[in-house]
Every structure is written in C-alpha cells, then in structure tokens.
C-alpha cells in the first residue's frame, strides 16, 4: 500500500472553511498591525510617512536636540576653554545624561567655564547647571522607549505572534510544495520574530540596529503572505494529481 501525505483535497468542505476563515482573518489581523504600525510611527520625524529615522526614534530616542548640547555648540560655546570638554558633555548627553557621568565628568567641566553665572549665587536669570536635578531642565534626553516597555511589548509579542506563526504554519502543511520551500515558509516567522525583537533591544544601544528591525518585518510579512496565499489557493483550487488517483482505484 502507498501512503500519501494528506493534503488540503483530502479535507472535507468544513475543514476547508476552517482554514479559509482563519487565514483571512489573520490576513486581516496582520494588515491591522501594519496600519497601527505606520499610524504610530509615522511622522515622528516631522515629515510624512515612516522613515528609518522615526523608527530610530521609538527604539533609541531622539538624543540631540537638547537645549544643553544646542548652548554648547552654539551661544555657550565661547565659554569652553577646551574642545574635548564640548566633546565630553555631547557625548555625556548621547548616553542618557545619567546622573553618575554628571558627577563624575560633566560637573568639574561646568565648575571650570559654566558655574560662575549657572549657579543660583549668580542671581542671574539662567538654568541651574550646579546640580543633577537643575540640569534636568536642559539634559532631558529622549532615550525612546523605556526598557521596561520593551520587555512588556516583547513577551506580548513573543506569545501572539508565535501563535499566530504557528496556526498558520499548521493548516500550511497540508500544501503541496518542495520541503525546502515548505521549511523555509514555516521557519522564517520564527526567526523574523526573534530578530525583530532582539533588534528593539540593539537599536536602544546602537541605532543602526533599525535596519534589521525593518528587515525582520519584511521576512515575517513575506513569509506569513507566502503560506497564505499558497494555503488558500491549493485549499480551493489544487486537485488531486493523477497518479493519485490512479493508485486509489
Ligand atoms: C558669563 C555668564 C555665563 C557663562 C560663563 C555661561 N553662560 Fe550659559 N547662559 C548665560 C545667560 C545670560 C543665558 C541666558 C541668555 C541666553 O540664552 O543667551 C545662558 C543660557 C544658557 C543655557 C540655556 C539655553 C536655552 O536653551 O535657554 C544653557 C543650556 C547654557 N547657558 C549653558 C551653559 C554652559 C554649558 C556653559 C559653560 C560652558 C555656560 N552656559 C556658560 C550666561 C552664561
């Protein structure tokens, strides 16, 4: 006796219905998300559509553009006696401005060229720079999303989407194609899913991580589009091959 696989036309009407519905609706989930994607993403740099720099944004931050690197490089700068002080208060600001660099390079810097009028004993009308909490007003980096929200975005995303991935990796191995072609289809969600995510971390300590955010999307997108579109066509169109037939009778 020859044993064949099963395929989608040795399922029955119900069957087929199942899987149908189901594809669609997680076509449709997915075309959801692509959508929330781009509404929150977009824009985030000021011009339209979603760039490589808005999603360096939501995962790194925006970490120039504040007002204490602006007054460096621009109106204060004259007060720096030596260049590598600018260098070492810029580079400060890009790491998060946090409160041990203050202390420990950042402040003998002001102490040196900024304190002498940036210190509530001047009197004079401008932000205190003499302590952590005063140049808060003028260091307030943009680090993107908290790690903390990462972590909760990711054991979201890891559970549904693996789920997803999955289901859809269940009903499409009924479908009648090469094993290489069907493995590969299958894997790349899971692995799309694993470097998207990783990527989120990357790209909070280096920004060049976006690519593969992006790139990650892409492979899930492709492959989970592949297997559908596979799924759905040989679920209502693929019929039983002749020599299969043949045996049968
Ligand atoms: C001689 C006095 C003086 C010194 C020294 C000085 N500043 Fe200022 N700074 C001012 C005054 C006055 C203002 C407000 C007017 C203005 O914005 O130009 C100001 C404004 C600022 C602001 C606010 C800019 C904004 O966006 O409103 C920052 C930040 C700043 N200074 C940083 C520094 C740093 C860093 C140093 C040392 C390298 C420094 N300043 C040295 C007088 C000084």
């Known amino acids: 006796m020859v044993t064949t696989r099963r395929r989608f036309y040795d399922c029955g009407l119900s069957e087929k219905l199942l899987y149908t519905a189901f594809l669609l ?6 075309l959801m998300a692509l959508v929330y994607l781009y509404t929150t993403h977009e824009g985030h740099d000021g011009k339209p559509g979603v760039s490589m720099q808005d999603i360096v944004d939501t995962y790194y931050g925006n970490r120039s553009g504040t007002r204490l690197e602006a007054a460096v490089r621009g109106p204060m700068a004259g007060y720096i006696q030596q260049i590598e002080d600018r260098h070492h208060i810029v580079a400060w600001l890009k790491s998060g401005a946090p409160e041990q660099g203050y202390r420990e390079t950042v ?4 102490e040196k060229s ?10 004079l009308k401008v932000p205190d720079l003499s302590t952590y909490q005063g140049i808060q007003t003028v260091a307030k980096v943009d680090t993107g999303e908290s790690l903390h929200t990462l972590v909760k975005l990711s054991h979201i995303h890891l559970f549904g989407i693996g789920l997803v991935a999955l289901g859809i990796g269940l009903v499409f191995r009924l479908a009648a194609v090469t094993t290489w072609l069907k493995a590969t289809l299958m894997v790349s969600p899971f692995v799309a899913i694993f470097a998207d995510i990783l990527a989120w971390f990357l790209t909070k300590w280096d920004p060049v991580y976006a690519y593969t955010v992006v790139a990650a999307g892409g492979l899930l997108g492709l492959a989970w589009a592949g297997q559908m579109v596979i799924s759905l066509y ?10 299969e037939k043949n045996s049968a009778s």
């Not at 402040?107 to 002001?110: A, E, F, V």
């Not at 040989?234 to 020599?243: A, C, N, R, S």
């Open 107 to 110: 402040r003998p810097i002001l």
């Open 234 to 243: 040989q679920i209502w169109f693929l019929k039983v091959p002749q020599e």
């Open 25 to 30: 609706l997680m076509g449709t989930g997915y």
């Open 114 to 123: 900024c304190l002498q009028c940036h210190s509530p004993a001047s009197g």
